[in-house]
């Protein structure tokens, strides 16, 4: 202990472990930030996480870096001022611009400074765009998005960015995603988040902020033609059309007679309802208010629950177009739609049903599907000629619709938008909504139960029946099964249907 000390400068004051760290980590994110960034700046394709890296956790670690050496500096600068009172200086940065080395150092380092954060924030606002697009949304964590990356692709809103629906504009809307998209990473990487992923209603935001910004609620749209072209399950898979002019009409005075399907806009009438369970597919109560205040309240009376525990919502475009991106085709439409197309030979006996039979089986995961749907197929068409294009087509449909690693297909999200394979308008259009007020009298007494208040069938059947038109509108002629009208989807379910 008789040594004589090194005499103190602050040179020495930075040689501690803390410091040290500091340095390295700064020496080494600078490095890290160079290398990101050229490789950001000459690659053609941005990757989102080369973004992050470079232009978020690199400067992040040479802030951490930069911080640590003042750290072990101003540590070791106590310890030294405890043991030697007063050896020290007061510690004070003097810049004197009229020296001309200060000069010097300073202009470097604002120009430093200058560059790096241009660069950052550049480079920032470009990773902040690449969050915000379909690829950074739709396909960083593949598996978890699949399903809803892959369905929007072939929906009517493939060009329009998940964050249009899903985040809405403006910067609060952005970080409240970011610091959710983060609790989501970390259920990803821990694996534990829940198979399908669901949204309900109310965590999406409202129509208001998502769809009306590029749908104008207040447009006439009138009648809307619609043909369903269908293959029944029987050996000839005989087709049954249906041609509908379906009845949108409007919702704004302004604009053209209010009726039709969008008089539900809540431009000049308001419609609340309860729903029993959180996907809206049992639906009790409604009340419509009219432009004239009027209420007219209605209950369906099977109903034995308490009403008033039920949440209350108003219905607004998400509960009818609530599968506006994510279509998870079910297996008969899907199979309809390649028969159609050319894509499946309706002539190749029994296909219809066959193919709708390979695709409804629970597989675990997606090549185990495709191993099974190909012996299947091969099983039954051993001797057909077609079968390399049967086998492919419908693994196609399945790759594209069905998603087994995150249980999701077309059974685990319900479509509102028809009446056929899910209740849809059914739940408050099926006869059984009756007013409460028993003096309501004529069309207020219960909510419309007719088939033509919603749309005209202009022409059903095969080919050669679809050629005759029927302006007035034909009753439906329902196969030759017996039906009763409110309940087609208690036999239409997706599959082959049941009798
Ligand atoms: C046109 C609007 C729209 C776009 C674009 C959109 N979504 Fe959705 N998304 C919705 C709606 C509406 C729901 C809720 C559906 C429901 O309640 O049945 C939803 C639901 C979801 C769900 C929950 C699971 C499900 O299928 O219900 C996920 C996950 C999702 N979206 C991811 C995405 C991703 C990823 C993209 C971009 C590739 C995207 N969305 C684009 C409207 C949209
Ligand atoms: C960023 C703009 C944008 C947003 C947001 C948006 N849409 Fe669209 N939507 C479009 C465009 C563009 C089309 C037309 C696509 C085409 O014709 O190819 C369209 C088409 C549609 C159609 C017609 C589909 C068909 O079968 O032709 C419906 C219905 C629809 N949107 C409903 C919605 C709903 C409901 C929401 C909110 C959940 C929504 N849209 C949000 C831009 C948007
Ligand atoms: C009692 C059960 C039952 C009810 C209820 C029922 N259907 Fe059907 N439907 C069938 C059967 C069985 C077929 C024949 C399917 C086949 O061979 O592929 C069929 C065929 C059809 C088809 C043509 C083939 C197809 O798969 O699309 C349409 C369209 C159809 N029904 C519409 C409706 C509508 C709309 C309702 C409600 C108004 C309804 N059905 C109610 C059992 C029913
Ligand atoms: C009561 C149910 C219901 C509500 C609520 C509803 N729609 Fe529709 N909408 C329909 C039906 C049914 C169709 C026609 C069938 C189809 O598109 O297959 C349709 C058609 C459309 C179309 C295509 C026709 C056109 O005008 O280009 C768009 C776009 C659309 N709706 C947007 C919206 C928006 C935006 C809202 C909310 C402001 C909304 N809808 C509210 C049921 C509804
Ligand atoms: C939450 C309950 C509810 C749902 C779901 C619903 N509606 Fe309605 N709808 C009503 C009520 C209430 C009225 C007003 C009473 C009436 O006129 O029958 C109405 C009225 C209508 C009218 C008559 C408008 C006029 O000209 O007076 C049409 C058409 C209509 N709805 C179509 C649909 C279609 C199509 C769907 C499904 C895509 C649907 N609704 C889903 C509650 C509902
Ligand atoms: C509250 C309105 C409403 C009522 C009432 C209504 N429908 Fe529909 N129907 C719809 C809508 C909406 C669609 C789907 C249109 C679309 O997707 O564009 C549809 C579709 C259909 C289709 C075609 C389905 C397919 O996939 O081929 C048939 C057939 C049909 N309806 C028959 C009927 C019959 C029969 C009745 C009377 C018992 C009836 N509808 C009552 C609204 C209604």
């Known amino acids: 202990m008789n040594q004589t000390p090194a005499p103190i400068t602050r040179g020495s004051l930075v040689r501690n472990w803390i410091s040290l760290t500091g340095a390295v980590i700064a020496v080494a994110s600078f490095f890290a930030f160079l ?16 973004g992050i890296l470079a232009y978020a ?4 670690f040479l802030v951490l870096g930069l911080l640590l050496i003042g750290l072990g500096y101003w540590i070791q600068r ?10 020290l200086p007061p510690l004070a940065v003097r810049i004197d611009l009229s020296r001309p080395r200060d000069r010097k150092i300073l202009g470097v380092f604002i120009t430093g400074s200058v560059i790096f954060l241009f660069i950052t924030a550049v480079g920032s606002y470009q990773t902040y765009h690449f969050t915000e697009s379909v690829q950074f949304c739709g396909k960083s964590c593949h598996t978890p998005m699949d399903p809803e990356f892959i369905t929007s692709q072939h929906s009517p809103h493939a060009r329009v960015d ?21 609790r989501q990473l970390y259920h990803v990487v821990r694996n534990d988040f829940k198979r399908p992923i669901r949204v309900t209603l109310d965590k999406l935001r409202p129509a208001r902020e998502t769809c009306e ?7 006439f749209t009138g009648g809307y033609e619609r043909v369903f072209h269908h293959y029944l399950a029987d050996e000839k898979n005989t087709q049954f ?13 302004l604009r053209g007679p209010v009726g039709g399907i969008h008089w539900h806009m809540n431009i000049a009438n308001k419609i609340e309802y309860a729903a029993v369970d959180d996907q809206q597919r049992v639906i009790p109560w409604v009340r419509h208010t009219d432009a004239n205040g009027v209420v007219t309240e209605y209950v369906n009376s099977d109903f034995k629950g308490d009403l008033s525990k039920l949440q209350k919502r108003t219905m607004d475009c998400l509960d009818c177009h609530n599968r506006p991106s994510h279509n998870f085709l079910s297996p008969n439409e899907a199979v309809d739609i390649s028969l159609e197309s050319g894509r499946l030979d309706p002539k190749v006996p029994w296909l219809k049903s066959k193919v709708v039979d390979a695709l409804v089986q629970s597989y675990s995961t997606q090549p185990e599907a495709l191993k099974k749907i190909d012996e299947a197929l091969r099983k039954t068409y051993a001797n057909n000629p077609k079968i390399n294009s049967i086998v492919a087509e419908t693994q196609s449909i399945y790759k594209n619709n069905f998603f087994p690693e995150m249980k999701a297909d077309w059974r685990s999200y319900p479509d509102h938008l028809s009446h056929k394979e899910w209740d849809g308008c059914f739940r408050c259009h099926d006869g059984k909504h009756k007013a409460v007020d028993s003096k309501a009298t004529g069309a207020t007494a219960m909510i419309k139960a007719d088939c033509k208040a919603c749309h005209l069938i202009l022409a059903q059947g095969d080919n050669e029946q679809m050629t005759k038109l029927n302006a007035a509108g034909y009753d439906f002629v329902h196969i030759d099964s017996e039906y009763s009208d409110f309940s087609c989807a208690e036999c239409h379910t997706g599959a082959n249907p049941k009798n």
Not at 35 to 50: I, K, Q, R, V
Not at 57 to 60: D, F, Q
């Open 162 to 182: 998940c964050v249009a629906c899903h985040v809405g504009s403006g910067a609060g809307a952005y970080v409240k995603t970011k610091i959710s998209g983060m």
């Open 241 to 253: 059309s249906v041609r509908l002019l379906v009845n949108v009409g409007g919702g704004n005075p």
């Open 57 to 60: 956790v690199a400067p992040m």
């Open 35 to 50: 290398l990101l960034f050229t490789l950001d700046f000459f690659a053609e394709h941005g990757n989102p996480y080369m």
């Open 78 to 87: 106590r310890q030294v001022q405890k043991a030697t009172v007063g050896a």
């Open 213 to 219: 910004q590029c749908h104008w609620p207040q447009k």
